[in-house]
């Protein structure tokens, strides 16, 4: 098996020009603030173990973004590349290729992720919980990660649902925004019938279901379905995918 080279400027602690820092590992921290969940499929055990295998016979070829750690000298936190990170502690490398890019922050994180389609609605809504909370308005947040007011809007509406649709997001039965939304929607009207549809439902929630119960609510009760709002870019990228229509069917009356 080809063992993995060191990095540039190992020896010296200096990089050549263009090239990228040889960082030990040791001195390298994660963001705690990192959008990412861990539990993300590439974050699994089994993922990392090959990322490992491949840098162990490759090498790492992609340098990782860091910046200074303001509060530990001599180390830095990872602004992106964590799962690179860890897959070189399992190869047991000694360091990882890496530029250092101080101005950067969780802004950047969450864009770069949401432009790779990798952040689910649950982190998407706890990253703009937390810019409300530092007194940024929702037009502002939409602008610093280029997505429409209505995304944010639709996102930040997560973080206050019903207890019932609550429970089956946190639970993963229902991952989608739009279909999130629907069903506080049908809740508003008709909150018996939309709690009792999801304690008898099945595990996995999907959009199609959602409107066969919006259209069995709407016919009887002798209501018209109300259009689903109008949410721009949080509806043309669907955060998790869509079964089978009949994979949750609507109560019969």
Known sequence: MKKASAPPGAASGRAPEGRPLALPLEHLDEDPL???SATKPGFTAHSLAEL?????LRGNKTPISLRHHPERPGHYIINHSARRYRASRLAQLATIPGFIDDDYSETDQVVENLQRNELTAREIANYIGRELSKGLKRGQI???ISKSA???TQHAALLDLPEPI???FNEGRVRDVTSVNELV???????????????????????SAVKLLRAFLGAKFGEEEAAA????DAAAQPLASDPSPSAHAAPTA
């Open 185 to 207: 929607t049908a809740y508003k009207s008709h909150p018996g019938e939309v709690a009792a549809w999801l304690r008898e439902g099945e595990p996995e929630i999907t959009r």
């Open 142 to 144: 939409a602008s610093n």
């Open 229 to 232: 709002p109008d949410i721009g």
């Open 166 to 168: 609550a429970l089956a």
């Open 52 to 56: 490992a295998a491949s840098i162990r």
């Open 150 to 152: 209505a995304f944010v």
């Open 34 to 36: 990192q959008p990412r």
